[in-house]
């Protein structure tokens, strides 16, 4: 077993052989994350261990992405062998996890879900997912990515679902296929969150408040 700190200087040391551009964009992700986990009570080694793994294998050609996860017993939809960029997420979840010997569950979900997200995530992997959207370059480009950064400080939940929708858009108007395991993740979400809107008020309503009875 080794530490937090050890596996974090391994997978930084793997960056010397990755192109610039890529590291400089895992940087501005993990600075990004840590200010969110500061935000959300997260520890912040951990945070910055997914931070640095999430991107290992993104700037390697797509055969090489399709062979590694065919390698590593990766389930490969359509999609993914259109795109298959879209796998270097769960092949540095199983390289992290096999080679760098990183046991944090948690934190391997957040490389693995880090592009599509998941129906079921814990707090690291949605800080991880957000923080990778809207680090410093990509909100200069889309002013609603700024707008997703300010929410993400307030609610996650709600955070992660109107990236799903923008997401959403995007894909509409430039013809892309929605992936699947996002499209099952954005379900649920959506699910969650109208649930939320029709639970009972937490306190009961209060004749004095000029809202009752409830408008309808
Ligand atoms: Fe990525
Ligand atoms: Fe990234």
Known sequence: ???????????????????????????????????????????PARVELAAWGHDLFRAHPPAEQLRLAEEAGIPITDVDRREPVLLHGPIAAVVLRERFRVTDDEALAAVRDHT?????????????????????RKRKRDPVLRQLRRLARRDLDTALLCWADWKWVQERTHGWASHPAHWAARTRWVREHRLDRAMPPILPLDPADPDFPPAE
């Open 1 to 43: 077993m080794t530490s937090i700190a050890a596996q974090l200087a391994a997978v930084r040391a793997e960056y010397e052989r990755l192109p610039d551009g890529l590291r400089q964009h895992v940087e501005r992700v993990a600075a990004e994350a840590r200010d969110l986990a500061l935000r959300w009570d997260l520890d």
């Open 116 to 136: 599509l997200g998941a129906p079921e995530m814990p707090l690291i992997a949605k800080v991880i997912l957000l923080a990778d959207k809207f680090e410093p």
